[in-house]
């Protein structure tokens, strides 16, 4: 239990196009979602958190004009890069906490998505 | 603020060695304490967690202690294999904090034959 998917795994595009990434829950619904990005050999940086039927939160430094949030069901989150540019290339990584565990702390990783802008 | 270091790496064993990864962190209260691991290009899979002083999480051969004393939270393995290649990240949780996961900066580990 508990799996978290991504798609697509991994995108080029061209510089100015929008890119949407989706991250599914596949076995429980997740009210909250969670967005990285992760930069070649560094750790992971938190960009937003996303709530089912409400706004994502964006931790600061992060454009949320540039990076469109969507929560729209309790197994559904989207990460829209709009008019992405070279310096947008990195490793998004989305993950998911399951409200049925009684900690509810664990965190469950997609298998990311790796964006080139090109 | 909150803060998780980890030991610098590459760390690199022979296949059959022991392998202690340190991570000590910082943070008031009580966190939870977690160990991911990234196999390369794909995303992070938890390893193993403790959720108070003296628990000690274990998975796949893995193990860590939450040493409250020392602020520790270190993963050790007795015999590695050339599987466990990985980056490993230790993170800490607080309730209080909306959930929100703090990393370390990952320890890259490779295992030779």
């Known amino acids: 239990g508990a799996v978290v998917s991504q798609h697509p795994s991994w995108v080029i595009c061209k510089s100015g196009t929008s890119v949407k990434i989706e991250c599914r829950s596949l076995?429980?619904?997740?009210?909250?979602m969670f967005w990285y990005r992760q930069f070649p050999k560094q750790s992971l940086m938190l960009m937003a958190t996303?709530?089912?039927?409400?706004?994502?939160?964006?931790e600061q430094g992060v454009e949320k004009d540039k990076f469109l949030i969507n929560h729209a069901s309790l197994t559904l989150s989207t990460l829209t890069v709009t008019s992405a540019h070279p310096e947008d290339s990195s490793f998004y990584i989305c993950?998911?906490?399951?409200?049925?565990?009684?900690?509810?702390?664990?965190?469950?990783f997609g298998p990311g998505t790796r964006l080139l802008v090109l | 603020g909150d803060s998780v270091t980890q030991m610098e790496g590459p760390v690199t064993l022979s296949e059959e060695a022991f392998l202690t990864i340190n991570c000590t962190y910082t943070a008031t209260g009580y966190p939870s304490l977690f160990w991911y691991v990234q196999y390369p290009g794909e995303g992070l899979q938890l390893l193993l967690k403790?959720?108070?002083?003296?628990d000690k999480g274990s998975n796949k051969g893995f193990e860590a202690t939450y040493r409250k004393e020392t602020t520790s939270f270190h993963l050790e393995k007795g015999s590695v294999q050339v599987s466990d290649s990985a980056v490993y990240f230790c993170?800490?949780?607080?309730?209080?904090?909306?959930?929100?996961?703090?990393f370390g900066q990952g320890t890259e580990l490779s295992v030779k034959p």
């Open positions: 076995d429980f619904q997740a009210t909250t």
């Open positions: 403790a959720t108070k002083a003296d």
């Open positions: 993950s998911a906490r399951n409200p049925e565990e009684a900690a509810q702390e664990t965190q469950y």
């Open positions: 993170a800490l949780v607080r309730g209080n904090q909306g959930g929100k996961l703090i």
């Open positions: 996303s709530n089912e039927g409400s706004k994502a939160t964006y």
